[in-house]
């Protein structure tokens, strides 16, 4: 996606709030909104920044994880699922 065909200025979102917010919509592609000619926003359709959420919190624990594997904090998997069956057998 080009970036550089979705920038408006304030002043534009301002008349055109409905429709852009129907088109933000419809295309889920994030608008650039400037003021006094620089970048100062980004729109976007809440289905996407929804989306947008879960992946950075999904790149978060992959961060997570890489960062434990790499201090040697990990057990093997035989054990791990050795705990989880005698947790859940104590139910």
Known sequence: M??????????????????????????????????????KAVMQDVASYEQDQETLALLKILALGKRQVEAGKT??????????RERRSRR
């Open 75 to 84: 057990v093997p998997a035989e054990s791990a699922f050795r705990r989880l």
């Open 2 to 39: 080009k970036y550089s065909t979705r920038i408006k200025p304030i002043s534009y979102v301002k008349a055109n709030a409905a429709e852009l917010i129907r088109e933000l919509t419809e295309n889920r592609e994030p608008l650039i909104i400037t003021q006094n000619g620089e970048a």
